[in-house]
């Protein structure tokens, strides 16, 4: 049973605009959320993060939205830029006993930002 | 500062081959993880350890054995390489509480 849904494989934009990667979650034991990227040949870098105490987390660019009544995330890429173009990786931790340090990932999200 | 670095970065096995990838942090980390990663499938963890001494299992850790040779390295051994076991490994760690890990930047493994 998948823990963590990116339910979009592929996103195409244009390069200024806005990007917005969706994230599902079904565990409500989930209480730290993740976005990675990762460029092709590379191993995934760590891009912004949120508490389940918190809705929205920025960072320059980056934005993270959490609505954990619906159980769902979202990450803003404003605006966007061609080196934004890799896969998204949405990922979620959840503090039940041993396991509060386990990351469960998502399928991920190709994000291609054309010029 | 290397972080964390996985050896060998590609590797072409024939099946029945037995091969250890290795993994080493210079972080000072406790828990370290294997995952691998497959097209549509996302990252999967194999095993991981949650600090010196402990190993366990992850969601597909069939075919795989590790060892956390002490706090820095933490090795993911195939016994019996299968067709099914191609794809890209990736290491990580991570210290405990809300952070997010740091991963290597992957083994290619092709089993033919």
């Known amino acids: 049973d998948q823990q963590v849904k990116q339910n979009s494989p592929s996103l195409s934009v244009q390069e200024g605009r806005i990007s917005i990667l969706n994230c599902d979650y079904t565990?409500?034991?989930?209480?730290?959320f993740l976005w990675y990227k990762k460029y092709p040949a590379e191993g995934p870098t760590f891009l912004i993060s949120?508490?389940?105490?918190?809705d929205k987390n920025e960072d320059g660019r980056f934005t993270v939205f959490l609505n954990k009544s619906a159980k769902h995330l979202s990450l803003h890429i404003v605006p966007s830029q061609p080196g934004d173009s890799a896969v998204y990786f949405c990922?979620?931790?959840?503090?039940?006993?041993?396991?509060?340090?386990?990351?469960?990932f998502g399928k991920g999200t190709l994000l291609t930002v054309n010029p | 500062n290397a972080g964390v670095t996985q050896t060998p970065k590609f590797q072409v096995l024939k099946t029945g081959q037995s091969m250890t990838l290795q993994c080493a942090q210079d972080?000072?980390?406790?828990?370290m993880y294997w995952y691998r990663q497959d097209p549509g499938m996302g990252l999967r963890l194999i095993y991981y350890?949650?600090?010196?001494?402990?190993?366990d299992k992850g969601e597909v850790p069939n075919g795989y054995n590790v060892s956390r040779l002490n706090k820095r390295e933490f090795s993911l051994r195939l016994e019996s390489a299968a067709p099914s076991q191609t794809s890209v490994y990736f290491c990580?760690?991570?210290?405990?509480?809300?952070?997010?890990?740091?991963f290597g930047s992957g083994t290619r493994l092709t089993v033919v």
């Open positions: 990580a760690s991570s210290i405990e509480g809300n952070y997010g890990y740091t």
């Open positions: 565990n409500s034991m989930f209480d730290y």
């Open positions: 949120i508490s389940s105490i918190k």
């Open positions: 990922a979620a931790k959840g503090n039940s006993g041993g396991s509060n340090y386990k990351l469960t």
């Open positions: 972080m000072n980390h406790n828990s």
């Open positions: 350890s949650a600090s010196e001494g402990t190993t």
